[in-house]
């Protein structure tokens, strides 16, 4: 069973938003980092943000101010506002989760499969 499930990814044209969900499957991951990676085709896979238990927020350099990070304790998801979208946005967007993540590694313990998110230009 896959322990993240990603879902909202689709086709959008440049300067427009979406909004990616990440939603806990089969467990709960109680006082966990849950972050955001993407990998475009032909690329390494990249830090895009995070958010700690306590809320606080990380995101990398090129999706500042422009994407936002939310979660869920109750049910145990995430959100991923997207908002002025570029082409250089275009990947595979992965959601994951681990006790001790942090924005300088992908050692993550728990990865969904991916969602695609294509901006047009």
């Known amino acids: 069973q896959v322990p993240l499930v990603e879902s909202g990814g689709g086709l959008v044209e440049a300067g427009g938003s979406l909004t990616l969900s990440c939603q806990a499957s089969g467990r709960t991951f109680s006082a966990y980092t849950w972050a955001w990676f993407r990998q475009a085709p032909g690329k390494v896979r990249e830090f895009v943000g995070l958010i700690e238990w306590t809320g606080q927020t990380v995101y990398a350099d090129s999706v500042k101010g422009r994407f936002s990070i939310s979660r869920n304790k109750v049910d145990y998801s995430m959100t991923l506002q997207m908002n002025e979208l570029q082409s250089e946005d275009t990947a595979v967007y992965y959601c994951?989760?681990?006790?001790?993540?942090?924005?300088?590694?992908?050692?993550?313990?728990?990865w969904g499969q991916g969602t695609q998110v294509t901006v047009s230009s």
């Open positions: 994951a989760t681990d006790k001790y993540g942090t924005a300088t590694t992908q050692n993550y313990d728990y």
